[in-house]
């Protein structure tokens, strides 16, 4: 945790000899600060090559130029290296949109996050298909939508929800226990940015009602998710996941209630990590420079 | 977690045979039907004498007999077994009442809890030295009171605090991060009633900062406590704990952070085995029937 | 831990009013001196009807008569109240036949047990498919059968297999990550005897190659599970689970590694609760009396 | 984990910047293959001084000579930074003396990763006060020394073990449950090469029968430390830790076996951490570059 403004590198690009050396000679050269900085090779062994992924924080006030310059000096080296790339600014704060259905556990633990400033985030509104949370967020100061969704409404209800984040100039959704499948268009307009909280230790019981899956066969441990939202449910670049011990004397309401303490730590562990640009999507999978 | 009504007895005695048979051949006397029961045998063998542990649930409307009657009925075997015993009724909710500081982690995540009914309490007033959380607690519809701590008013702060727990008729306190060391007449005035929250794995890091000591020994896991308060300083029995590990890379301020997920679940823990009367005081420890 | 001799009462029968009075008052009536009890309520919302399990631990000097004699009294109650019992002695060491393939990590965690009396069993054997382990099974003094499975010869082979297990009297058998797939015969010879470690967080990642298809989609957690086995492939009622913490920088051979620590640990905490016959399976699941 | 040879560089220096782009670039400029590399910068809240830290693999035939070329061209650049370093090859085995008392379980767990090449070792010699493991270490090749440890022989004693351990050329020695107090010549002689479990989750328990202690206390979770031997008897530097959740059932036998899979587990780690050269010391605390 760095309170100095800070830039933050994160990068991938084909592996090949130099890479770290040619990067941070980069900021060397203009006397960068480097605070923090994590390199890692995938060999490729799942896939047909390798690739080097790396996050640097640079201390704003070490460099002579400001981001822009910042980034466009950059930019011939990235290209040489052949990288996806994106430069952050701790001064800016990203947009986070948050999405609920009726059920509270994740919301007040993410405001009780924002309001502590643990979560240095702006929060421009809360989206849900329910009206009954309307009074909590608002007293927080939040705008608050109530867009309802019914099976006949939801290309338009989902619409609607997209006309609102973008009016909001929200750059991350969470789906706080949102509870709907949502649009091919709505998981499509978001990529590596829409995160949801799944109530099961994935890929175990993808789909609806988890914990009574759970229940029926019997498990010890059960668990939570955080991922990225693709078209594909549940299926999307896992970023976070943690279980928690049952036993036999737990009903399926117990697990339901161990379960929301899982859920709500591992969406605040995986949405930190995305906010810090921490997160790097590989194929289906995630590099995460915790 | 039973839905319908039911009496709990929570109860200890000396060790002898026969204890189990006496106890549930009582209910089933009266066709008690019993929702869950526990027994222990302390063997003694940290104090002199072994002892005898039980919590039992009875369904209230399979007894023929009201709860004055259930406990006047009671009385005789608990008498001849020499048992410390009380019964509880689920209909009755517990009055707890929340003393707070400035740290909101651990209250949003109460009163989430109470919200939504998982924690199925009356919360008859909040407590804080400060002011900052009025607006939140009262936006609850929950009575709030402002009783500043300064050195020179220890004594008439705290005496005034138990004066509002007595008006408010509360059962329980919880300390939610109250970050004050309580004047000697407070911790004697609730034995086995109040329940704190120490941020560390006790018994390491004993009193202020406890991260900073934790930081400065170079422990790769950090923890939290929650026990019933004593007179003495973070010694009284412990009911629940949990760690969390850290490395590194970790600096205080990250530490406090991971620190309030620990926090936050293990008081949620610990305060639901005490309301559901599963924890038996034994000496300087405890005895927890989850 | 109880040093002194002991019977051990594990029973399941339907739920109905006074069970545990009618139970404890037979042991209480012959000055049976319970060291150990526990009971559990399942209420049947996952099947048709509920079912009562406990597990009683008795000292065996308490008692006017032998195991004998003790099972012949308690059988009328048994009847009368429909009752799966057993009575075990604690006198009686269990014969635990191990079966290994060529990887020794759980054969010598469970050896170093059984050498110190952590586990109070006898090994009559040890069987294997490959020859390699031999020698370090023979030095402690326990005989060694290599029993070679081709795709041909499966059916003799696991023939000879029971054959063995039945010559030295074995009456539980631990496949210690044993890598065939039995035949039916001898899935079904021994029900609710054979163990099994499965080296994933079942019911994830079914069959081959757990860890390949974990590292594939890029799981937060990797995990082990003990089971029972049954006719179909890791399907069997789960007794014990556990997981490990992995990212992004583990390869699938640092799974590997990773993950034998958690297989002997899980597989020896599981043969543990069944040699103290804490295991009571219940359809597909057990309840296990810890 | 890689299976080519690599040399190893673990260095610290005071704080700069370019300190990466300086290292790094030395490797670049001779075509070496990095294999893996993590920086860590600590910001001397807890001392006077920022200090960073490094570990970076490079592939051994990737840089164009050997490793007395490599280590006499890395020197100067050392030199200006003021750098503690050491460069290890993957080739060389480290040489492991265990000392062992008459507890197995940790020897076992050892000599199974030992046996598997999962700990890629030589083990010279076993050492013991006690001649009861010598079978079961011969039977594994490894010579086996008893040397008796008395109240009056303490000095002689660790005079012969120090004569042991370096007739061996031993590099690195491992407590495993030796039980013994050292005498301060002998903590002294290998600083940084000596490795202790111990049966608690320090700082809480230090001394004798630490079960015991956290039995007394009422705790719910044991663990154990595995740190660095100083002078001060469980004081030196933590290089991992681990807890196991425990209840009032547990009495303090069950503690002792419960600790035993957390002691083996967490010593096994902390050896393979120091092993790979990924533990540095800083102070009385460690960077452990997992």
New interface residues.
Partial sequence: ?HRERFYTLAASCPDR??I???V??F???H?????????????G??TSDGRYFMRIEVKAD?LPFQLAELRQRFAPLARELAMDWRISDSASRKRVVILVSQ???CL??L???W??K?LDIEIPCVISNHDSLR??VE?HGIPFHHVPVTPDTKTSAYAEVQRLVDAARGDTLVLARYMQILSPELCAAYPGRMLNIHHS?????VGAKPYHQA???????I?ATCHYVTHELDQG???????I?I???D????MV?YG??IEK?VL?RGLRYHLEDRVLV?G?????F?
Same sequence: chains 1, 2, 3, 4.
């Fill in positions: 945790m000899t130099g770290i050396a040619r941070t000679g900021f060397a050269e006397q960068g600060w480097i605070l923090e900085s994590t390199f890692h090779a995938d060999d062994s799942d070490s059920q509270e556990h007040y633990d405001l009780a996050r309001q502590s643990e009074g909590f007293w230790f994935l890929p175990s019981f229940y029926q066969r019997g498990v010890k441990l668990g670049p896992i970023i976070e996941q943690d279980v011990r036993d036999h004397t009903a399926v309401e117990d209630r929301k303490d730590t605040a590989h289906n999978k995630t590099v995460v915790r």
